[in-house]
T-cell receptor
Framework: EPEVTQTPSHQVTQMGQEVILRCVPISNHLYFYWYRQILGQKVEFLVSFYNNEISEKSEIFDDQFSVERPDGSNFTLKIRSTKLEDSAMYFC?????????????FGDGTRLSIL | SQKIEQNSEALNIQEGKTATLTCNYTNYSPAYLQWYRQDPGRGPVFLLLIRENEKEKRKERLKVTFDTTLKQSLFHITASQPADSATYLCAPRGMNRDDKIIFGKGTRLHILP
């Protein structure tokens, strides 16, 4: 069964450095999402992306964050200048349709540790 | 703002019994309700969807109910097994294009052998 893949599985970065998290969504999907989960807390929405532009973003997704779909297969999340509080698990998800009757398919995440 | 509450943070159930998890939502009228399973260190995995005009949906040992008057969904696992131990997340969903998921904290289910 097709799946969403994320790399790296674990990223350790010094505070203030830039980091890029990579995702390969399911190939025929059109809707893409990033979520994050701080240890012990709930999964929180960051941003949705469709037709090569951001559809919606949460308050967490400030100017330090950006997303890109540089080619037909990858979907990336960039954090320009990382902060300690950015430490979390970041999940990419994709969906074949955007409506609520469509499941979102999640990757297994990138654990981001900011030192 | 939308609020999702799941009955308890952790639930211990004896193997073979039925586990029942509760999801209550407020400030929202979802057209669908989805349930996901999350294992430690993994991403959520979609399990079931129920529509607002459906009272009940079944899939193998799973059963979901949806009461739009009470604003509540119940998720049942019958003949529970230790492999069912995980965190279960409910996700009320709407009709908007590009509908994001607002998750609750989930219920951590432990099936005791």
């Amino acid at each position: 069964e097709p799946e969403v893949t994320q790399t790296p599985s674990h990223q350790v970065t010094q505070m203030g450095q830039e980091v890029i998290l990579r995702c390969v969504p399911i190939s025929n999907h059109l809707y893409f999402y990033w979520y994050r989960q701080i240890l012990g807390q709930k999964v929180e929405f960051l941003v949705s992306f469709y037709n090569n532009e951001i559809s919606e973003k949460s308050e967490i997704f400030d100017d330090q964050f950006s997303v890109e779909r540089p080619d037909g297969s990858n979907f990336t999340l960039k954090i320009r200048s990382t902060k300690l509080e950015d430490s979390a698990m970041y999940f990419c998800a994709s969906s074949g349709g955007g409506l609520g009757n469509q499941p979102q398919h999640f990757g297994d995440g990138t654990r981001l540790s900011i030192l | 703002s939308q609020k999702i509450e799941q009955n308890s943070e952790a639930l211990n159930i004896q193997e073979g019994k039925t586990a029942t998890l509760t999801c209550n939502y407020t400030n929202y009228s979802p057209a669908y309700l989805q349930w996901y399973r999350q294992d430690p260190g993994r991403g959520p995995v979609f399990l079931l969807l129920i529509r607002e005009n459906e009272k009940e949906k079944r899939k193998e040992r799973l059963k979901v109910t949806f009461d739009t008057t009470l604003k509540q969904s119940l998720f049942h696992i019958t003949a529970s097994q230790p492999a069912d131990s995980a965190t279960y997340l409910c996700a009320p969903r709407g009709m908007n294009r590009d509908d994001k998921i607002i998750f609750g904290k989930g219920t951590r289910l432990h099936i005791l052998p």
